[in-house]
Nanobody, 124 residues
């Protein structure tokens, strides 16, 4: 079992920055590839970014490429999502997810564990 707890969400103006974190506890964090997803009201939960077990490889949704950065610190059992140049359309609940595999997945059904989510609101 892995428990995931997100933090760092909040309200920010368009063009601003925010960093959300996801702290993991339970089994060895480095066994898991990690992903960030987001869900806006009335919409599906969509892939945002993924990072492999070691942190050497990352991938992003086209909508956030060049603005968001995913990273992890396996010594601290934490994965981060740095969000820059935020837009109102980035407003959503952001979730981190873990899967016991080397690489991330784009489909949320391929993840084994989820956090409770953290709200990010970008005002125009």
């Amino acid at each position: 079992q892995v428990q995931l707890v997100e933090s760092g969400g909040g309200l920010v103006q368009a063009g601003g920055s925010l960093r959300v974190s996801c702290a993991a506890s339970g089994r060895t964090f480095s066994r898991y590839a990690m992903g960030w997803f987001r869900q806006a009201p009335g919409k599906d939960r969509d892939f945002v970014a993924g990072i492999n077990r070691s942190g050497s490889t990352t991938n992003y949704a086209d909508s956030v490429k060049g603005r968001f950065t995913i990273s992890r610190d396996n010594a601290k059992n934490t994965v981060y999502l740095q969000m820059n140049s935020l837009k109102p359309e980035d407003t959503a609940v952001y979730y981190c997810a873990a899967r016991e595999s080397y690489y991330w997945a784009y489909d949320r059904r391929d993840y084994d564990y989820w956090g409770q989510g953290t709200q990010v609101t970008v005002s125009s």
